[in-house]
C-alpha cells in the first residue's frame, strides 16, 4: 500500500455522480449549450482580437491575481500592448504574468496546429516550468521538477512526495481512459474533466511552488480540447478570482468531505454559467453595434451631399456614447465632429439633429440626444421586456 492512501485517502480517482441532483445536469447541458452557441458566433476580426484580447487579460489575471500578484486589469493589457514599465521591486508580479501569458499561448497555438490533446506528465512538468520561469523561488523549489519534499497551503498537505510521480501519471492515465463521451457530449465531458483535473493537481500538490496555476492551465488546455473557445476558457479561472474565499473553501471542503467532488464542481458550473452569460450578452452587443451601424449606412445609401455625410458621422458617433449627450456637447463628442462643426452655428446642430429625428435615428431625453439603437430589437423574435434583460 502507497503512502498516499493512508494520508490522503480522498484520492481515489472516481467522480460520484449518482448523487448529482437535476441542477447540477441541467448546468452541465447549458454549460455546453453556451460554448457552443460561443463557438459559432461569427464575428468582425477586429472584433474577434479586442475580445481575445479582454479575456486573455481577465484569464492571466486572475490565475495570477488567485495567488497573491496585485497588478490591475488594465495593467495586464498595458503588458499585452509592450507598454507596461514596472519598477524592479515589483519586475515579479509582471513576470508572473508574462509566463501565464506564455503558457496560455503555447496551449492555444498547439490546439490550432492539431497537437495531440491527451495530458501526460511531461506536459504538465513543463507548464509547471513555464509558470514559474525567471521568477525568485525557494532553495528547494526546482521549475518543472516533482517535489521531494513535503509542502502544505495552509493547514493542507500535499501529497507525499514519494508519491507524486505516481499520482499525476495515475491522474493522466485516469482523465485520458475515463472521460471519454460520444461527439455530442463532448464539450459537457470536456468541461467535466477539466474542473476535476484542477481539483486532483489541486490535491496532489506534486510542485514545490506555482500548483494553483499549473492546475488552472491543464484545466485551460482540456476546455481548449474539447472545442471551447479561448475567451470561454479562461472564465473558470475569472470566477475563481472573483469568489477566492469561496474558492479556497470549495477546495477545503472537496477533501474534507472524503474526496465529494459534486459540491466544487457544481460551485464552478455556477460561475462559469453566469460568466458565460456576461460574455454572450457582450458579444451580443458588438453585434447589434454592427448591425447598427449597416442601418445608419442603408439609411443614407444614395444620399451623397457633404451635408449627409455630415449628418451619418454624427450619428454614427452619438451611437459610441454610453450616455445622452446634452445638446452643448454635441460638437465635442469626437475629433471630427468638432472639425465638421467647427465653422457652424448650434442652429446647424440643431438642423442636422431634427433630421435624423425624423429619420428615425435619434430621440431627444431630458439628459441629452441619444442615439435610438434600440430599434434593433425590432429584427429579433419578440420577447417579454424582462426576459430581455435578464
Request: proline share 5%; charged share 20%.
Amino acid at each position: 500500500m502507497r503512502t498516499y492512501a493512508k494520508t490522503h485517502p480522498w484520492i481515489t480517482f472516481q467522480v460520484n455522480l449518482q448523487e448529482a441532483d437535476y441542477q447540477f445536469w441541467m448546468l452541465l447541458g447549458e454549460a455546453q449549450s453556451k460554448c457552443e452557441h460561443l463557438a459559432g458566433v461569427p464575428l468582425l476580426p477586429d472584433v474577434a482580437e479586442q475580445l481575445h484580447r479582454i479575456f486573455l487579460a481577465k484569464g492571466v489575471l486572475a490565475t495570477t491575481a488567485i495567488e497573491g500578484n496585485t497588478l490591475t486589469e488594465e495593467e495586464v493589457l498595458q503588458h499585452l500592448k509592450g507598454q507596461l514599465t514596472l519598477p524592479p521591486s515589483k519586475a515579479y508580479l509582471q513576470q508572473e504574468v508574462e509566463n501565464i501569458i506564455q503558457a496560455c499561448n503555447r496551449i492555444a497555438n498547439h490546439m490550432i496546429h492539431g497537437h495531440p490533446t491527451a495530458l501526460c506528465m511531461e506536459t504538465i512538468m513543463a507548464y509547471n516550468q513555464i509558470v514559474l520561469n525567471d521568477l525568485p523561488l525557494s532553495d528547494e523549489v526546482i521549475p518543472g521538477k516533482i517535489r521531494g519534499y513535503h509542502v502544505g497551503v495552509g493547514r493542507y498537505r500535499g501529497a507525499p512526495p514519494e508519491d507524486c510521480a505516481h499520482l499525476l501519471e495515475k491522474l493522466c492515465q485516469w482523465l485520458n481512459t475515463e472521460f471519454v463521451s460520444s461527439p455530442e457530449h463532448r464539450v459537457a465531458f470536456g468541461i467535466l474533466k477539466a474542473i476535476v483535473a484542477h481539483v486532483y493537481t489541486a490535491w496532489i500538490h506534486p510542485f514545490g511552488d506555482g500548483n494553483g496555476r499549473t492546475a488552472r492551465l491543464i484545466e485551460f488546455q482540456i476546455l481548449l480540447s474539447v472545442g471551447i473557445p479561448s475567451t470561454a476558457a479562461h472564465l473558470f479561472s475569472n470566477f475563481y478570482n472573483q469568489t477566492r474565499s469561496e474558492y479556497y473553501r470549495q477546495l477545503d471542503r472537496s477533501h474534507q468531505s472524503g474526496g465529494d467532488l459534486l459540491p466544487f464542481v457544481t460551485y464552478a458550473l455556477r460561475g462559469f454559467v453566469d460568466n458565460l452569460k456576461d460574455q454572450i450578452q457582450m458579444i451580443t452587443d458588438q453585434q447589434l453595434h454592427v448591425h447598427w451601424i449597416n442601418y445608419v449606412h442603408a439609411q443614407f445609401q444614395n444620399k451623397d451631399k457633404a451635408t449627409d455625410h455630415r449628418k451619418r458621422r454624427l450619428i454614427i458617433d452619438l451611437s459610441e456614447q454610453q450616455e445622452p449627450v446634452p445638446f452643448s456637447n454635441v460638437r465635442h463628442i469626437t475629433p471630427r465632429i468638432a472639425e465638421a462643426y467647427a465653422n457652424k452655428t448650434d442652429k446647424t446642430i440643431k438642423r442636422d439633429i431634427h433630421v435624423l429625428e425624423e429619420m428615425g435615428l435619434v430621440k431627444k431625453t431630458i439628459q441629452g440626444i441619444q442615439a435610438r439603437k434600440e430599434i434593433m430589437f425590432a429584427f429579433l423574435a419578440p420577447k417579454r421586456e424582462e426576459d430581455r434583460e435578464t
